[in-house]
């Protein structure tokens, strides 16, 4: 009787997404890189952030890690992630000082990661299933965003369908809804209210059994 064992010989090397910011301490550059099915992080060194390019001014040109490089990126974290990464951002409510990641995989699950300076090791601050029963999946693939003010995590991962991840006010993920996306245009639009003539006769409904296009609205208009 034979037995087959699979396994990766390879680690993947094709970056998928790339961010900077502080996640290994508030006075730390890290540069989070994710290769498909791994998430690496790096720290710039002293010496490279005196070179000539934007540095925010709350950074040190010191970190607490130890075997940090004085020049260059030296790696700090190289961990395995049990899925493919879609979308990776980075999210800071009010009252952190330092960065944490949220990332979605291709199976619709998602995770909130810290770091824990001391122990040196990653924090999963929260975690879930972002999937809904009903909904054709967006042909784009997923796409995430973060509110300015990282009150809330949106994400497009249906057609039509539009996700919305609340936070409270100290920065804890609350439960997820959706917002309907009704775009009656082929290009996008913005509604503009008008005022009916008093001769103007009410919209006939379309007429489904007719080949004509049933996306123009004489009540938008395309920016």
């Known amino acids: 009787m034979s037995h087959n064992y699979v396994v990766t010989a390879n680690k993947p090397t094709n970056v998928t997404h790339a961010l900077v910011g502080c996640f290994t301490g508030p006075n730390d550059l890290n540069l989070l890189v994710s290769r498909c099915t791994r998430l690496e992080v790096y720290l710039l060194g002293e010496g490279a ?10 950074l040190s040109t010191t970190s ?4 940090a490089r004085a020049d260059g990126l030296t790696l700090v974290h190289d961990v395995g992630l049990y899925g493919r990464v879609a979308t990776m951002q980075l999210w800071r409510p009010a009252g952190r000082d330092r960065d944490m990641i949220f990332l979605s995989t291709e199976r619709y699950q998602f995770c909130l990661l810290s770091y824990d300076a001391e122990a040196r090791e990653f924090v999963t601050e929260a975690n879930g299933d972002i999937s809904d029963k009903v909904g054709r999946r ?9 509110e ?5 995590i949106g994400l497009h991962l249906y057609d039509g369908l539009f996700k919305v991840i609340p936070a409270a006010p100290g920065g804890k993920l ?6 309907r996306l009704d775009v009656p245009c082929r290009r996008p639009a913005l509604p503009t209210p008008r005022r009916a003539r008093p001769d103007a006769q009410a919209p006939r409904p379309p007429d489904r059994g007719r080949s004509s296009p049933l996306w123009t609205s004489p ?3 395309a920016v």
């Open 174 to 179: 609350q439960d997820a809804f959706n917002i």
């Open 219 to 221: 009540s938008c208009t």
């Open 138 to 146: 967006a042909d784009s693939g997923q796409i995430a965003l973060v």
């Open 148 to 152: 300015p003010n990282h009150r809330m």
């Open 49 to 58: 952030r005196r070179r000539p390019f934007p540095q925010p001014s709350h």
């Open 64 to 67: 607490h890690l130890p075997g």
